[in-house]
Structures are given as C-alpha cells and as structure tokens.
C-alpha cells in the first residue's frame, strides 16, 4: 500500500484541507498521514473561528518519524499559512523525498484575484520556491498569475492557459495544471502541460450553477487526484477522475436541501 503524507491545517468543521484529504485518498486504497500545520475550530469562511498555530511542532515530529525509519511514496502540501511552513515544506520533501518519490504541491495562495487574508504581498516568491522542487503543481488562476507574477485576469481562454501552464514548468516543477478554466460558459475543468514530454491536457466537465460559493473544492480535486496517482492512475486520468468526481460532487450537493453552505457533499459520492 502507498503511503503518502500531507502537509496542510485541520478544520475541525468543514469540508477542506486534511479533513478532505484523509477520507478521500483512504478511500482510494492509499494510506493518509498527517503533518499538521494547524488546527482551525472551523475553516476560515466562518466568522468566529479559532487557530492553534503548530509550526513549531513540525520540527519534533518529523525527527520521530525518522527515528522510527517511517518512509512515504508521496508529500502533498496544501495550505501553508507562512513563510516558515513553506521552509519546513522543503524541508520535509528533502529528508521524505528521493528517487522513486512525488511532490504534490497545491499552491493555495487566493482567489478571485486576491491573496487570501495573512499573506503579504511577498507570499507567492517564497511559494515558488516549493514549486520548483514539485513533480506537479495545481494552482487555480489566480494562483498561477500570482506564480508568474502578472496581473491577474478574470477569464482566459484554453490556448492562454496552456501556455501559462508551459511558463509555470519553466520554474522547475515537472507538470502544471491549472484549475477553474473554462472553455464555454456551460463547461469547467483543467489544462496540464508536461515539461519532459511536452504534453498538453484539457479536460471538462458540465459546469454546476451554485447559489452559493462551494468552499473547500480545490482540496478535493487535489485529494482525488493525489489518491490516484498513487493507486496506479496516469497523471491524465487522475486528473479526469478529479474533474469528474468534483462536478458530481456539487451536484449532489446543490440537490441536497439541507446542504451546508461552508462545503461539497463529497460524502455521499465517496464510494465512487
């Protein structure tokens, strides 16, 4: 069975992060530890939420781990809330990672063209450096703007987000793909290219009308795609099944009457 170990905080209620990651990639047939960044009463979408900061405690546990000769396929990082969390990233890759080992990196900068609360303006340089080490990167648009450190615009087209995505390989990582690209109004979905290769990959699914903004997706298309590769799937499949599994998931969800606004019902399409 592979291992792998994400990086990233706990919401203690609602859909994101580890509490996303470990379900989905357990269900996947693939094991799921945890280096805990923090841990939040909820995500930060709700008003009145409180953090236990345990960057200080990345060190300790990383060295028990090597004590005890524990190993991983895998590291996944998602949302690292500073500078000093993305140091201790790298350093978890250079003492985890090797020959035969895969960096995922989910760059969870922003969206909607701004950087999420906390973040200097600086953030996204020091995140670049993570980047460069990476197998794959998956950034939204906004966060593949701020990789490249251009202006940010609401809409591209497929063409443009290919060769955004070939710009972001030139930094280091091996693949690029960028998320929230949408060919038509009724379609939503991604587009890969592959530095060694030179591969591109676009792939869609019929866009979901929400009445409310559905937090927490990015992390289970970054779960899903994760618990893929490392069950076997090609990076092109893992990243369709991550589409598919998504747009699925938010249809359930907007079906549901007593959906929670703070996350996507991927509960109920987790045997799939």
């Known amino acids: ?13 609602g859909k994101c ?17 945890i280096l805990p960044t923090a841990v939040l ?5 709700f008003e009145n939420f409180n ?9 300790t546990v990383c060295e028990m781990w090597k004590r005890e000769g524990i190993a991983f396929d895998m590291v996944y990082t998602g949302y690292l809330a500073s500078v000093r969390q993305i140091d201790l990233a790298i350093d ?8 035969g080992k895969y960096l995922f990196v989910d760059p969870v900068m922003g969206d909607f063209g701004r950087l999420y609360t906390g973040f200097e303006e600086s953030y996204p340089a020091h995140m670049k450096r993570l980047c460069r080490r990476a197998d794959i990167i998956v950034p939204n648009l906004t966060e593949a703007f701020c990789l490249l450190g251009e202006k940010y615009r609401e809409s591209v087209s497929v063409e443009e987000a290919l060769e955004m995505a070939k710009r972001l390989t030139q ?6 793909v960028i998320t929230g690209i949408s060919p038509t109004e009724e379609e939503l979905g991604i587009v890969k290219f592959e530095r060694e290769t030179e591969e591109s990959f676009c792939y869609f699914a019929p866009r979901v009308e929400t009445p409310f903004p559905l937090h927490g997706s990015g ?11 490392c069950s076997g799937k090609n990076i092109n499949d893992a990243l369709a099944a991550a589409v598919d599994f998504v747009a699925e ?6 079906k549901n009457n007593d959906h929670r606004w703070y996350g996507i019902d991927f509960e109920t399409v987790l045997n799939k």
């Not at 998931?249 to 907007?254: F, Q």
Request: charged content about 15%; glycine content about 8%.
């Open 171 to 176: 930094n280091g990582p091996k693949a690029a």
């Open 1 to 13: 069975m592979k291992r792998i170990v994400t990086m990233q905080d706990i919401s203690c209620v």
């Open 219 to 229: 992390d289970v298309f970054a779960a899903v795609t994760v618990g893929g590769l």
């Open 51 to 59: 953090i236990v900061d345990l960057t200080d405690n990345i060190p």
């Open 17 to 33: 992060s580890a509490s996303v990651a470990m379900p989905i990639i357990s269900a996947m047939g693939c094991e799921c530890a």
């Open 41 to 45: 009463s909820t995500h930060t979408a």
């Open 92 to 99: 978890l890759w250079q003492e985890f990672g090797g020959d």
């Open 249 to 254: 998931a938010v249809r359930e969800t907007v």
